[in-house]
C-alpha cells in the first residue's frame, strides 16, 4: 500500500522525515512504498527553500524516495495543477511555484483574511495535493500521513473521517507524544539550525498573535526583498478599501514604524513603490442591508476599473489635477499615504453606494462582480445620509 506524505516544509514535518530515516524502527513500512508530496504556494520564504535543499533532500536522495512538488496552474481548478518535479533525486525545491498565492491577492486588490477556515491554504495547497493523491493513488486505498503534533489533537479529530475508507489517516507526532519543541530540538541536534515556520511571506496568521509578531517583523527588517512582497500587497489593498490590512485589519506598514529597523526598511519600500508601474483605478461597492435592520450592511458588489496608467509621479499628479479642477459637487479628495477622491462614501444607512478614484500599483486586473450592476442601481436609490442639521 502506498504511503503517501504530505510535507509541509516545516519544523514538524521535517522531524518526521527525520526521524523515519534515522530510526527504521519508528516506521511500520517500506521506504519504497513512500511517496513525499509538496504544495508549492509560491510563497515561502526563501529560507525554507534553502532548509529543504540543503538538509532535507540529501535525506531523500540517499534512501531513493519518491518526491513530487506540485502548484496549482492558474486561479481557477478548471487548469488544473503544474507538477514543478516527480523525482527520486530532488535537488531543488520549487517555492516559486506556478501559479502563487500573491498573484491571486494583487489581482484582486486584497490581503489573505483571517477568519474563519483558511481557505488560502485549502485552495492553494489542500486542493492541490488532494488531486496529485487522486491521481498518483489510482483510487486504490492508501496511507495519508499528516504532521498534526501533540498540541494539534482539534485538527487531527477533524481530519480523520476525511476521504474514508479509502484514505487511512496517520498521525506520527501524536502517536509518538512530539510536541513542537521537541521536534525543534530534533532538528537542532540533527542539523545545528533553527528550522523557521514554514508561511507565506503574506501570511496573516504569522502576524495575528504578539508571539507572531515578535517572529515575523524582524525578518522582514533583515529581508526587504521578502518583506515588499506582503507591504506593496497592502498598500495596494488598502488603496482600494481603507479597512483592509495584513494584521487584522491593522496595517502591517504601521507595525513596522516601532521596530528596530523598521522606518528604514519602509523608506527602501518607497522607492520600490516608485519604481512599479502606477494606475488610477475606479473603485465602487455597492452595500446590500441586512433584512432585518437597514443599519447594518449585508454582502456587497465591487466593481474596480483602470481608468488611467504611468509612472506614480504622473498617477499621483493626474488625480491631483482631477481632484483640483474637475472634483464634482458633495466629493471629498483625501491625501496622505494613499491618495483617493471619494464620490460617494458609505452611509449609516443600507443600501448604499460607495466610490473613488485610488491611486496604487497597477497590479491588480479589471474585475467587476457578475451582481454588481443590480446592487449598484439598489444602492444608488438607497436611503439618504442621516441629517443633524
Known sequence: ??????????????????????????RTFDLKDLIVVIAQTGDEWLETGWLIEMFIFPLLRAHGIRTIQVARASN???????????????TTCYIQGAYRLSDENFEVATVPQTGGIRKCSLKAKGWSLDTLIADITGGEP????????????????????????????????????????????????????KWIKSACVQCPYALASTAGLARTLPRYVASPYEAFKPLTMEYLSVAANPRQGLIGGRQLYD????????????????????????????????????ADDMMKPANAARSMTRIATGDRADIVGLLDYMANHHLPPGARYEIGRHQRVWLHERNIYYPCPEQAFVTGPALAIDKTNKTFAEAWEEALKGPSQLSFV
Open 1 to 26: 500500500m502506498k504511503v503517501v506524505f504530505g510535507f509541509g516544509m516545516g519544523v514538524d514535518s521535517a522531524a518526521i522525515l527525520v526521524e523515519w530515516l534515522d530510526n527504521p524502527d519508528s
Open 76 to 90: 481557477s481548478q478548471r487548469d488544473g495543477i503544474v507538477i514543478l518535479d516527480d523525482t527520486t533525486q530532488p
Open 142 to 193: 492508501f496511507v495519508h500521513v499528516i504532521g498534526f503534533e501533540v498540541n494539534e489533537l482539534g485538527r487531527m479529530m477533524r481530519d480523520m473521517p476525511l476521504g474514508l475508507p479509502g484514505r487511512i489517516p496517520a498521525y506520527p507526532l501524536t502517536g509518538w507524544g512530539w510536541d513542537r519543541d521537541f521536534c525543534e530540538q530534533l532538528l537542532w541536534k540533527k542539523f545545528q539550525v
Open 255 to 290: 507595525a513596522l514604524l516601532d521596530v528596530e529597523g523598521g522606518p528604514e526598511l519602509l523608506a527602501e519600500f518607497q522607492e520600490h513603490l516608485n519604481c512599479m508601474p502606477w494606475a488610477i483605478y475606479d473603485v465602487r461597492r455597492a452595500f446590500r442591508a441586512k
